[in-house]
């Protein structure tokens, strides 16, 4: 039996459930982020009292619109499911009998423009296509036509993959170098009557990706509520054209439709406008710099450490503002990143770190959103397991 005393001060502790210092920043796996004082607060006042669902949706879209330059707004349960029900009211409009024919529609175009995405093999060594978040666009019937090589498209292959039955563009929210570039992607699909769904679930920062795909002319754009915005990891947002939300607001709860699945809790709503106006009300300067800082003492304690490397990368592979240490050991001591990995994971304090992209030895660590004393004890387990490690080899 459940002591809900004890549950209620420690619920992870009463389910045996390990606790992480999570320096992945706000990866899925590991629960996303940690909701500011303000949000937390907002959430417990919101559970106190009944609301009409539809009038406080409405109510959190003119806050949306506000800070992302749209016209409207709505908030589901994720990015997955904002961009599933953002491509179903792309594909019925104000329709109720495409609506209820979803996800078999016919009788309207289905194809959606994506970029290549990546291809996996399963355990038999068969090569299927990943469409990994995509899914939830490709969930409500519509079908692909990929273009690109190597995440770069060109301009030319991109107008060519429209024609009669295209009924949306899906586009990743950054571009890398030599990439087409994502006002033109909008641009060129509007030449082509074609509406532009932006994916930003991880965009945030900088804050002028709040409202820069909009100002771009994309027609919807959805964002991870527990990301940057430090929002609840079970909702997300969707800011777009007037038209559009008010399809999304006709199958989404609390009416029926194929968006009734993304249902969220009035404190949810709730907690997410809040982290919305407290993240964007920021001195976003003072943030950088309070990030800058974190990741400059775990940087300076590792280089304590005998036979390592270390460095600072200002930015992710995608050029977004997220400073992160690198660190591996010297070559020639078997321990790769893998190991490091492991040995945080299973320890005590529990780590979550990430591994680098294209360096097997090495780790990326994010502390931007950690306290102080979580950045000593990472710097403490590192020490202690590159010692363990180096005494064994």
Not at 120 to 125: E, F, H, L, M, Q
Not at 219 to 236: F, I, N, R, T
Not at 322 to 348: A, C, M, Q
Request: charged share 25%; glycine share 8%.
């Amino acid at each position: 039996m459940i002591d809900l005393e004890k549950f209620e001060k420690a619920p992870y502790g009463a389910l045996n459930v390990k606790k992480f210092i999570n320096a992945t920043c706000h990866w899925t796996v590991f629960g996303g982020t940690l909701l500011p004082e303000v949000s937390v607060r907002s959430m417990m006042a919101a559970s106190q009292y009944s609301v009409d669902m539809l009038e406080l949706q409405r109510a959190a879209g003119k806050i949306i619109a506000q800070y992302t330059h749209s016209e409207d707004g709505f908030i589901v349960s994720g990015c997955a499911a904002a961009m599933m029900v953002g491509t179903a009211a792309f594909l019925t409009g104000d329709d109720k009998a495409k609506m209820e024919q979803l996800p078999t529609i016919t009788g309207t175009k289905t194809k959606c423009i994506s970029k290549r995405f990546s291809r996996s093999k399963n355990a038999n060594g068969q090569e299927y296509v990943d469409h990994s978040y995509a899914l939830a666009v490709q969930s409500v019937g519509v079908t692909f036509k990929e273009v690109g090589h190597n995440d770069i498209v060109t301009r030319e292959e991109y107008e060519r993959a429209f024609n009669e039955n295209t009924a949306l563009v899906y586009w990743i929210g950054y571009s890398p170098r030599g990439d087409i570039d994502i006002k033109e992607v909008i641009d060129i699909a509007h030449d082509h009557g074609t509406p532009v769904l932006i994916d930003a679930s991880n965009s945030l920062p900088p804050r002028e990706n709040l409202h820069r795909f909009i100002d771009l002319g994309a027609d919807l754009v959805c964002y991870s509520g527990g990301k940057g915005l430090q929002g609840p990891q079970g909702a997300g947002i969707i800011a777009g054209n007037a038209d559009i939300i008010r399809s999304v607001r006709m199958q989404s709860a609390p009416n029926h439709g194929i968006g009734r699945v993304c249902k969220v809790s009035k404190e949810e709503i709730v907690a997410q406008i809040s982290s919305l106006v407290w993240w964007a009300e920021q001195d976003e300067e003072d943030r950088m710099t309070e990030h800058h800082r974190k990741t400059l003492m775990l940087a300076d304690m590792l280089k304590n450490i005998s036979r390592v490397n270390v460095s600072i990368a200002d930015y992710d592979i995608s050029q977004r503002p997220y400073p992160t240490v690198h660190f591996s050991v010297e070559k020639g001591h078997n321990v790769n990143g893998e190991f490091l990995i492991r040995e945080l994971h299973d320890g005590d304090p529990a780590i979550a770190v990430m591994k680098h992209q294209s360096d097997e030895n090495t780790i990326r660590i994010d502390v931007r959103l950690l306290e102080n004393e979580q950045i000593e004890s990472i710097s403490n387990r590192l020490h202690q397991i590159v010692k363990n490690s180096l005494q064994h080899a």
